[in-house]
Structure formats: structure tokens, C-alpha cells
């Protein structure tokens, strides 16, 4: 370990952020708060603690490094641990969801930025930290924006503690860092925090966009890899995909097409990087290209800031990305594929021009590009924001609306959440937090869901409550090949129930499982099997997490299928809708006239009440996870909302 890390010690010294070294750290002891821009590759995340810890700032707490990816908080880790000459979990560890290294001695801690909210849970003036290094800012994640407020407020609270007298309390640091950042409103967020630019090398680097637009952006990224294979001068490439599905198929592609190449071009080794990998097929990507053969790398876009990936000279933009880590539908894990804005395409193009000169391959025309908005819209103004209510509430905060944002939400958008936080039990009368509230908190998935689980203890179906959570966590479960409507169709069939698709998706999971998630069975009936292997994935999650939250994951309902129906409605209440005397559906709140989406298990039946987990609206406002309830559930599910209504 010492021989690695005596090695290590040049490659340190050689970045571009060492000669910034003393300044940063005087800065640093000065300020209270400092904003570092700095080019992808500087050193910023690796070497900026480090200095930190030799600088001896961690003398009265562990410095903390939060990261939007979990992937890029466990590589940072251990690349660092490395460079120490220790191994991971003591000096310096990392924590994520399931997942925590770190003990008593750690000194320097890669975390996401959900982990450190929930620390904040346990220990509000986070005392048990030094420094709070915010990473990848510009990213603005839901998760960030409400840290920023946080550990400024924490910040402040402590800087007068102090001033009082209090013993054994210490200042607090913050450290806002970004490749690319607004850096003057994040200095004027920050206190008018001191901006330091470290400057990187940077070599130009040409675009080449496309002149149609590309229908399948994983066929065109293929026929690039091997165009610059074949015509240009040695250097890697590096791919931008969407997600892992995505990332495995064009590499089986890669490989496949490998096979028909004459010999004298050297052999393309596609390397993939994605979360759901062991670390050692990842460290690949950081070793030297054998001779006479070229690196592709498959990534998504956690190569665009997060994790540098040395020798690559071209770049293909496939133009989008899966925004990040979090599921609108239920706050787990993200599955929506969005056009990326023009910073992260430039960005992308950046990575070719590290080392030399470079080349970047947009597989999308020069007007999609002009099309594209500036920045990435944080995500603060653009979701539900009962979380982030529930968050700061159980951190302390107790009126959300004069909370210090950094890009303020809208009052209605806060208003509704509080109102729906309330209905589901979380906030009493006069907005405070309940103990359910609290519990509440501390789930990994968002309020309605997390009030499903702590329902489906009372009603004993946590089980079931469990799986259908698990398959809601996908897209669509059916395939539908436009060359085989009939077919899929009646294949569907037999999983119906007839009350709705909430059973329905149950009863897939059945047949999954009784044939051990055979694909010769998902093909004929069509079944996506990927998705399905997904479903699996968040079920041991959520079974894990329930575990911990003390609940017993395996209490079943058996065959008592209603009272799962019922547990979802005290989750799911607000989504009632009642038939009308014209064969339409009324929405309980808010009376909006809501369509049964085609693709629902509930479509064209009339049943007198309904509630669902969807709304979009396409030409109309269809509702998606549709299934029958009675009118009569209602004020049992949620006594406070329709209690107050009828009076
Ligand atoms: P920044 O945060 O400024 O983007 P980093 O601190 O992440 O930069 O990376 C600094 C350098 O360390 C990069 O040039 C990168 O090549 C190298 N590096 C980072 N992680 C690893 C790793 N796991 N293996 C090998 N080299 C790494
Ligand atoms: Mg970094």
C-alpha cells in the first residue's frame, strides 16, 4: 500500500490543482466559505480533501465530500484511499444508500447528497464534520439545492455558538465545487464567497455534428466507433449513453462487429462503466491501452464531470442522458431519457481535448443543438416537493416557505405539497411534523409510497406492498412489437385481474417467479424481461430498508387481495376518481375529468370508483395504474382529508 501511494505521490504532484495547493488551503482557513471552479481532470474531488486532511482541518471532524452519483462517491473513495496508502474504510471511506464504510477514524468521506441529508436527521448541527465539500453543484440536484440551505443555516448557528462561548464547538467550512458553475450567483448564495479558477490544460477540440437526425442513436454511436477506428490516429473513445441497458447492448454490438474486422486494425476493447458493476471490471478503464489496440469507453454521464478517464482523443454525444439517479413515479431510480442542455454537450466535448487535440462526435444536428436549453433546470423547479418538505421538516426547518432557497420554488408548489403531506398524515394542524411524519423521513422512496409501507404494517400485507412498490418502479412491464399487437395482447390476457393493474402487475411477478425469470417465457409472453430484473432489484432494496426500519418485509396478506388495495389508498387517496352518470371519471380532488389510459388492465370497465398512480396527459389527461376501489374506502384511508371536506 505505502509502495502504491509512494508512486501516487508524483502523479499528484503532476495536476494541475498542486500548484494551487497552499493557496486553496489558506483560502480555505480564512474563509467560511469558498467556491472552486476548476476544469474536469484538475484534481479538485481527489486532492482538495487531501490537502484538507494534511492541512490538519480534520482535527475536529471527518471532511465530507458529497456526490449526486453513487458510483463516483465509491471510486473517488477508493482511488483516494489509495493515494493515502490505506485501504478503503479507514482513513477515508464512502457512504451510500445500503452501503456505509466509513468508522470511527475516517477523516475524509465521499457520500451522496442523499446520505447527507438523512445524517442531518441524527446530527443537526452536523457536528461530527469539519468541512462540507459540495461537489458537481452545478448539477442541482433537489437533494444539493436543499443542502445548500442547510449547511449555511448549520453553518451560521454554529459561527454563534461560538460567539457565546459554547464549549467543544467548532466553525463549520463549506467548499462549493464544480467544473462548470454560475460561479458569481453561487458566490452571492454563499455570502459573497471567495471564487477561485483553478485552470486546467485543454486542447481544442472539433464537433462534428450530424446532418439528419438519428432515429437510433445506439446503431448510429456503433457505425461511429468503428469509422473512427478505422480512419483515425491512435487515442480512445468515449461513448455517452443513456444507462446500462443501453451500455450492454452496444457493447454485445461492439463485440459482435469486432469479429469481421481485418486484423491490421488492432482490436476495439469496449470497457463499460455504469453503477451495477464490481470495482475491479471499473478500475479497467484507468489502464494503459494495450499496444495496437483502441478503448472504447461506454459511459453515461458520470464521465461527462464526475470521473476522469485518461487517453481519450474522440468523443460521440448521443445527446442524452437519464436524469439522475431518481424516479419521479415512486423516488427511487430515474428512468426518463431526456435531451442533455448545450453546458453538458460542451462538457462531453471537453473530454476529447484532455491530453491532445481531439474530436467530438454529436450523433444530432447543429439546430438540435441550438434547441437545447443553457443549463440543466434544477430540479427544485421542476418536481414534487413533499420530500424535500419532509426533509427539511424533520431536520428542524419549521416553515419551509421563508427557508433560504438558492432558486425559490413556487409558493403553490409548496402549499400543495404541504396540503398532501398533511392528508397523508405527515404534518398536523398547525404544519408540524407527527411521529408518523417522522418515520416517514427516513424512507428511501417518496411520501405517498413511504406512508404504503408504514400502512402495510398496520394492515399486514407489507409483502405485497413491497412488490407492486417494486413493479410501479418501471415504465411498462408488457412489451407491445408493433408487428404483434394481437398476439401480445392476448398474451397479456391471462395476468389480468379483474380488478385492475395493481393485481395485475402482481400477478406477473407470480409467473416470473414460478419460472425463475426464464426469457424463453418473457418472450412468449411478452414480458420485458429487463424490467422485470429491475422490479427484483428495488424489491431487495425496499426489503432491506424495511428491515431496517423495523418492519417485517414478509407479512402477507395470502390471497386477501383487498386489503392491498386499501393500503395503497392511504398512500393513494388523493388519485380516487368516481364514475359519472355519463360513463366519464370525476377525479375526487380537484374534479378533473381523467381518461383510463388503453394500455390499463381497467380500460373500457365501469366500476364506480377507481384510484390511480399516474397522470399524464397527452391529448388528454389519462391515468395510468388504474384499479376498482369502493367510494366507501375513502374516508377510512384518509379520515382527516375527507373528514374535513364533508364538514
Ligand atoms: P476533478 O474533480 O477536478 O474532475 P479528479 O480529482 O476527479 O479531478 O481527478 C484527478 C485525476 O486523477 C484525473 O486526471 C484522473 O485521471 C485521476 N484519477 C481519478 N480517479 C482515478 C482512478 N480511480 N484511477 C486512476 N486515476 C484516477
Ligand atoms: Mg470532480
Redesign the pocket.
Known amino acids: 500500500l505505502r509502495q502504491k501511494a509512494r508512486e501516487l505521490a508524483k ?2 504532484k503532476q ?3 498542486f500548484s494551487a495547493r497552499e493557496t486553496i488551503i489558506k483560502e480555505v482557513k480564512d474563509n467560511a466559505c469558498v467556491i472552486i471552479v ?11 480533501p487531501q490537502y484538507f486532511m494534511e492541512a490538519g482541518l480534520s482535527a475536529h471532524g471527518t471532511i465530507a465530500v458529497t456526490q449526486p452519483r453513487r458510483v463516483a462517491a465509491i ?2 473513495a ?3 484511499a ?1 493515494e493515502v496508502g490505506t485501504t478503503i474504510g479507514n482513513q477515508v471511506g464512502y457512504s451510500i444508500r445500503f452501503d456505509d464504510t466509513s468508522s470511527k477514524g475516517t477523516k475524509i468521506k465521499y457520500m451522496t447528497d442523499g446520505i447527507m441529508l438523512r445524517e442531518l436527521l441524527s446530527d443537526r448541527l452536523l457536528l461530527n464534520y469539519s468541512v462540507i465539500v459540495l ?1 458537481e453543484a452545478h448539477e442541482r440536484t433537489l437533494r444539493t439545492d436543499i443542502l445548500f440551505g442547510m449547511v449555511k443555516s448549520i453553518q451560521k448557528q454554529r459561527a454563534e455558538m461560538i460567539e457565546q462561548g459554547k464549549k467543544g464547538i467548532e466553525p463549520l467550512k463549506i467548499v462549493v ?1 464544480s ?1 462548470t458553475l454560475d460561479a458569481e450567483k453561487f458566490s452571492a448564495y454563499f455570502y459573497n464567497a471567495k471564487i477561485m479558477y ?1 485552470s ?1 490544460r485543454m486542447y481544442p477540440v472539433k464537433v462534428l455534428n450530424t446532418i439528419e437526425p438519428q432515429s437510433d442513436y445506439v446503431d448510429a454511436a456503433l457505425v461511429t466507433a468503428f469509422q473512427i477506428h478505422q480512419e483515425e490516429t491512435a487515442g480512445d473513445i468515449l461513448i455517452f449513453l443513456t444507462g446500462q441497458e443501453e451500455i450492454e447492448n452496444l457493447e454485445k454490438l461492439i463485440e459482435e462487429y469486432s469479429v469481421d474486422l481485418p486484423t491490421r486494425f488492432g482490436k476495439l476493447i469496449p470497457c463499460p462503466i455504469f453503477a451495477a458493476q464490481d470495482s475491479a471490471t ?2 479497467k ?2 489502464e494503459p491501452t494495450p499496444a495496437g489496440c483502441r478503448k472504447v469507453i461506454l459511459a453515461t454521464n458520470i464521465a461527462e ?6 487517453n481519450i482523443r474522440y468523443v460521440v454525444d448521443t445527446g442524452c442522458h437519464k436524469s439522475r439517479g431518481y424516479n419521479a413515479k415512486i423516488g427511487i431510480e430515474s428512468l426518463l431519457i431526456e435531451p442533455i442542455s448545450k453546458s453538458s454537450a460542451r462538457q462531453r466535448m471537453g473530454r476529447a481535448g ?1 491530453e491532445a487535440p481531439g474530436l467530438c462526435f454529436r450523433l444530432y444536428t447543429e439546430d438540435s443543438f441550438e434547441q437545447l436549453e443553457e443549463d440543466t433546470v434544477p430540479e427544485i423547479k421542476r418536481c414534487n416537493l413533499a420530500s424535500a418538505i419532509l426533509a427539511l421538516k424533520a431536520s428542524g426547518v419549521e416553515d419551509v416557505t421563508k427557508f433560504d432557497y438558492m432558486d425559490r420554488p413556487s409558493k403553490s408548489g409548496l402549499l400543495k405539497s404541504m396540503e398532501q403531506l398533511y392528508a397523508l398524515g405527515a404534518l398536523d394542524d398547525k404544519g408540524d411534523l407527527t411521529e408518523m411524519g417522522k418515520k416517514m423521513a427516513g424512507f428511501p422512496v417518496d411520501p405517498p409510497y413511504a406512508k404504503v409501507l408504514l400502512q402495510s404494517e398496520v394492515m399486514e400485507c407489507t409483502k405485497e406492498a413491497i412488490e407492486i412498490i417494486a413493479l410501479l418502479s418501471v415504465d411498462t412491464i408488457f412489451t407491445f412489437p408493433s408487428n404483434k399487437r394481437e398476439e401480445a395482447n392476448e398474451a397479456r390476457q391471462k395476468f389480468l385481474s379483474l380488478d385492475g393493474d395493481h393485481l395485475s402487475l402482481l400477478n406477473v411477478l407470480r409467473g416470473y417467479e414460478s419460472v425463475k425469470g426464464d426469457r424463453d417465457w418473457c418472450r412468449e409472453n411478452f414480458i420485458n424481461g429487463r424490467h422485470m430484473r429491475h422490479v427484483l432489484e428495488v424489491r431487495k432494496q425496499l426489503i432491506e430498508f424495511s428491515e431496517r426500519a423495523g418492519i417485517n418485509p414478509r407479512t402477507s396478506c395470502g390471497h386477501d387481495y383487498e386489503i392491498v388495495l386499501k393500503c395503497f389508498l392511504a398512500g393513494f387517496f388523493q388519485n380516487a376518481a368516481l364514475l359519472q352518470p355519463d360513463s366519464t371519471y370525476k377525479a375526487v380532488v380537484g374534479g378533473l375529468t381523467v381518461n383510463i389510459h388503453p394500455s390499463s388492465a381497467m380500460f373500457g370497465k365501469k366500476r364506480a370508483a377507481i384510484m390511480y398512480n399516474e397522470l399524464v396527459f397527452t391529448t388528454k389527461h389519462y391515468i395510468r395504474g388504474v384499479s376498482a376501489i369502493e367510494a366507501s374506502w375513502l374516508a377510512q384511508a384518509a379520515p382527516k382529508y375527507f373528514g374535513q371536506r364533508q364538514a
Open positions: 502523479h499528484r495536476l494541475p490543482i476548476g476544469e474536469t481532470g484538475s484534481g479538485k474531488t481527489t486532492q482538495i471510486n473517488l477508493k482511488r483516494v489509495q461537489d465545487m467544473a483553478i486546467g471499473q478500475q478503464i484507468f464531470t464526475s470521473i476522469t478517464i485518461p484532455r
